[in-house]
């Protein structure tokens, strides 16, 4: 009689069911068997989730046990899913938000990068880019240009690139290389300021963001002197005011390198990885 509050504890002994909790455990322990480092670590995770879940264009999951248990979800539960297989290896993360989208920033031997694992999931392939990872380790100012309304966050500033995918592994060069060519013999006709344009480039905004970052860090040399080189990656805007994702410019600064009178080698053998072999740190 009356009226009261009631709850049932039922508890499913399935194997063909297992709960969120037990696929983290499982999950997380076949990463630990895999990787290593912590990139490693959050590199494997990212793959995992976007091979083993597909966007949940009905907005009806939006939890980790979307994404987890039902392989679908939405940007909530991507995020939410790679929150908790992160924190489980012991990889601190954030949640970041813009543009009416959720993505992570995730903590990597002690620096903090942006990953957008529902965009790493574009349910497609690219033969020209791994699509998979495009958004992984992204530094904020990257970031801004892929959610305009990102701004970096108190406590979560990314700005590192030494952990970006395409930089770490040097996959970058496909991109850089050209440039750095062009680059050269901008230098060797004298030039301090110039710029290069960037046209018809599917992901422009990221691919050659991170160009400008690794011509930054390479070595260039000038009539047998080193010289130092600014780039910076400016997309094109289209007339409703959005990023133009394909097209844009990477404006260049030379300066003399006062500081030391050693000979320089030749701009076009730096390294075009981003790792810093041509004189660059890659961070």
Known sequence: TGYGVYSINLQIQDSNY???????????GECLAN??????KALWLNDWLVENCVYDSSGKYCSAEGALARGTGTCEAYHRAYVMLLNKVNIPTGRMTGNGHVWTAVKIEGKWY?????????????PNVDLQRLYFGLNDT????????????????SNSLENNY???????????????QAVQKHIDAGETSFSLEIKNTYYADVLYSLVAHVLTNTSWSANGHKVD??????????????????NGTILCQVQDNADTGENGSNGGNGSSDGSGNGGGNGS
């Not at 990656?233 to 994702?245: A, K, M, Q």
Request: net charge negative.
């Open 114 to 126: 942006q990953v957008d694992t529902t965009w790493n999931d574009a349910g497609y392939e690219d």
């Open 166 to 180: 395409f930089i770490k592994t040097g996959k970058i060069a496909k991109w850089a290389e050209p440039q750095i």
């Open 35 to 40: 990787c290593s480092t912590d990139y490693d």
């Open 18 to 28: 297992p709960s969120v909790e037990e696929i983290v455990d499982r999950v997380a």
């Open 229 to 246: 080189l600014k780039a910076e990656y400016r997309p094109n805007y289209l007339d409703n005011g959005n990023i133009d994702e394909q």
């Open 142 to 157: 990257i970031t801004s240009m892929v959610h305009s309304e990102h701004k970096p966050v108190p406590g979560y500033e």
